[in-house]
């Protein structure tokens, strides 16, 4: 059972043009999200987070929205780059005290075109 | 580089043959992860470690142990190999459980069960 949905597998944008990753999840007790970069080769990097009780979050180029009610999140990035291109990872995680684990989408492949 | 160091970063075994996934930290975290990382799955846990002296199964730790050798070091043991156990192996850390940053990830291990 997928708790964390990413439906999209690729994403293609062309550079300067706003990319948007989305990600859907069913369990309505996890209270904190966060977006990770996975580059080949290399493990994934942690990129920005949102707590439940926000909805937008920005962090430079890279803006994290949460909607509660529709339990859906998007990560917008804007401008795109071509270094953004990367497979993207939403994460969600319930902060109960002994329930640290994070719960991974399936990625999204984000290819950013010159 | 201050981190997480993942040994060996690849491997072949046959199937039946055990080895040990070595991951060590230098960033005085307090828990540490094991995940897989398999096409169209995403990272799924397999164990952490909330604190030293402690690990908890996560959700796919069937043909796996672990050991938490000390604060810095986290091991994942394979004891007979099947190839169903071929992946891409993460190891993580974070600092704790009322820390909201992110896990910092190693690069990772490709197993190859043969």
């Known amino acids: 059972d997928q708790q964390v949905k990413q439906n999209s597998p690729s994403l293609s944008v062309q550079e300067g043009r706003i990319s948007i990753l989305n990600c859907d999840y069913t369990?309505?007790?996890?209270?904190?999200f966060l977006w990770y970069k996975k580059y080949p080769a290399e493990g994934p990097t942690f990129l920005i987070s949102?707590?439940?009780?926000?909805d937008k979050n920005e962090d430079g180029r890279f803006t994290v929205f949460l909607n509660k009610s529709a339990k859906h999140l998007s990560l917008h990035i804007v401008p795109s780059q071509p270094g953004d291109s990367a497979v993207y990872f939403c994460?969600?995680?319930?902060?109960?005290?002994?329930?640290?684990?994070?719960?991974f989408g399936t990625g999204t492949r984000l290819t950013i075109i010159p | 580089n201050a981190g997480v160091t993942q040994t060996p970063k690849f491997q072949v075994l046959k199937t039946g043959q055990s080895m040990t996934l070595q991951c060590a930290q230098d960033?005085?975290?307090?828990?540490m992860y094991w995940y897989r990382q398999d096409p169209g799955m995403g990272l799924r846990l397999i164990y952490y470690?909330?604190?030293?002296?402690?690990?908890d199964k996560g959700e796919v730790p069937n043909g796996y142990n672990v050991s938490r050798l000390n604060k810095r070091e986290f091991s994942l043991r394979l004891e007979s190999a099947a190839p169903s156990q071929t992946s891409v192996y993460f190891c993580?850390?974070?600092?704790?459980?009322?820390?909201?940053?992110?896990?910092?990830f190693g690069s990772g291990t490709r197993l190859t069960v043969v």
């Open positions: 993580a850390s974070r600092m704790g459980l009322k820390s909201n940053y992110g896990y910092t």
């Open positions: 369990n309505s007790m996890f209270d904190y």
């Open positions: 949102i707590s439940s009780i926000k």
């Open positions: 994460a969600a995680r319930r902060s109960n005290f002994g329930n640290e684990k994070l719960t």
């Open positions: 960033m005085n975290h307090n828990s």
């Open positions: 470690s909330a604190s030293e002296g402690t690990t």
